[in-house]
């Protein structure tokens, strides 16, 4: 059955209260324990439903795998492709459809991209702290688009729900080996296959899984055609679901515990089954005990949304809290940027991420976004996220 454009934006991860006024950009703390009771949408990986429901003309919400890019030909290049320490390409992430209710707004996708590379994060948490240099170097780096509900791109139409809607343009050529950032380079035997860098051109050659060294003579111009095989460059591709958290007001029972939880079963089941109760009390660990009895009613969640200039992201650590200050404010209009989601580290379990020294691995990234969410320029505009890294004081014991 087909829907219209208000239901589907109704079920995405945008629920706008409108009327709310950010706070003053001056004020010194970003985090109120009283915002945690501001109603939150809880983002949840799930396999794809269908083969199609992951394409760009059905405005996903997804995790993995490549990009659905909302302008699919205007995308960010250049530096903006690129973490700023490594110059690696950025893999991608996720990307939450969040569409607001102002004509300017009616499609609207944000885009997550890191460097998988635990040392460049390392090296990012310095330059975070920096207030207002003229270049910011970064391994994480968020991307704002939005269309009118009238555009070149997509039907002013809701899309069919069968597979069958199609765009109204093609997309750009992207790299065959990354399937995120344009391909504006092309190899120069087979002349077919697509990189958006040399690094990205060696690694498609070095891989031993799908080398292109071995398919490039099968991919000639006047030679057999071959199907091109798929990056496994790729972290594993998941719809993003969304639920309200109060639709899981009661806390899950000890029988019915997920071993998704970032803490094991047995340190729940304290004499009243308060989590707190197995910290010892320091900032960092009560902060890390709040943190894990807020999640623990749905341990799977991998996202937490909210379109309240009033809330707030659910700090996992004391320690290492932006203040009003260290949010810059948006490098297109100079309004002030408002939290809007936070990537919880339950999406590395799901993406399959070795548990190890080396591994990437994050407590909580909080992404800002301007509050005008602010036409003209670039079609995709680059916003603020904030990685809070696992304290290693918190205590386990």
Not at 87 to 100: D, K, N
Not at 374 to 385: D, H, I, P, R, V
């Amino acid at each position: 059955m087909d829907t219209d454009f208000e239901s589907l934006q109704i079920s995405s991860l945008s629920e706008v209260d409108e009327g709310n006024v950010v706070e003053d950009a001056d004020s010194d703390e970003i985090d109120d324990d009283e915002e945690d009771q501001i109603p939150m949408t809880l983002g949840f990986a799930e396999e794809p439903r269908n083969p199609w429901s992951s394409r760009r003309q059905y405005f996903p919400s997804k995790a993995g795998g490549s990009p659905a890019w909302l302008d699919p030909i205007n995308l960010p290049s250049g530096r903006s492709s690129l973490c700023d320490f490594c110059h690696e390409p950025l893999q991608f992430l996720l990307q939450v459809y969040a569409p607001l209710p102002e004509e300017s707004t009616f499609h609207r996708t944000l885009f997550v991209f890191m460097c998988s590379s635990m040392p460049c994060l390392l090296r990012d948490q310095h330059e975070q702290w920096r207030r207002s240099p003229e270049v910011q170097s970064r391994s994480i780096k968020v991307f704002r688009c939005q269309l009118p509900r009238v555009n070149p791109f997509y039907s002013s139409e809701a899309p069919a729900e069968d597979g069958s809607q199609q765009p109204l343009t093609a997309g750009a050529m992207l790299c065959d080996w990354c399937q995120s950032w344009k391909g504006d380079k092309v190899c120069s035997s087979c002349r077919r296959v697509r990189y958006c860098s040399g690094n990205h051109q060696a690694a498609h050659w070095r891989s031993s899984s799908s080398s292109h060294r071995v398919l490039c003579q099968q991919l000639q111009p006047s030679g057999m055609e071959s199907e091109l095989a798929a990056s496994n460059f790729l972290w594993p591709e998941y719809e993003i679901t969304c639920e309200d958290e109060s639709e899981f007001d009661e806390p899950i029972s000890s029988e019915n515990g997920s071993g998704n939880a970032l803490v094991s079963r047995s340190r729940t089941e304290g004499s009243d089954g308060n989590l707190m109760n197995n910290f010892q009390a320091s900032d960092d660990n009560s902060s890390w005990a709040s943190f894990q009895e807020r999640i623990s009613s749905a341990p799977e969640q991998v996202l937490r949304y909210s379109s309240s200039s009033q809330a707030k992201p659910l700090w996992p650590v004391s320690s290492g809290r932006p203040s009003r200050a260290d949010i810059p404010r948006c490098n297109h209009c100079g309004g002030t940027r408002a939290f809007e989601f936070q990537v919880l580290p339950q999406i590395l379990y799901f993406f399959h991420v070795e548990d190890d020294r080396d591994s990437i691995d994050w407590a909580t990234i909080a992404v800002y976004t301007c509050e005008a969410s602010c036409e003209g320029g670039a079609s995709y505009k680059e916003e603020f996220a904030w990685v809070q890294l696992a304290s290693q004081s918190i205590s386990h014991q």
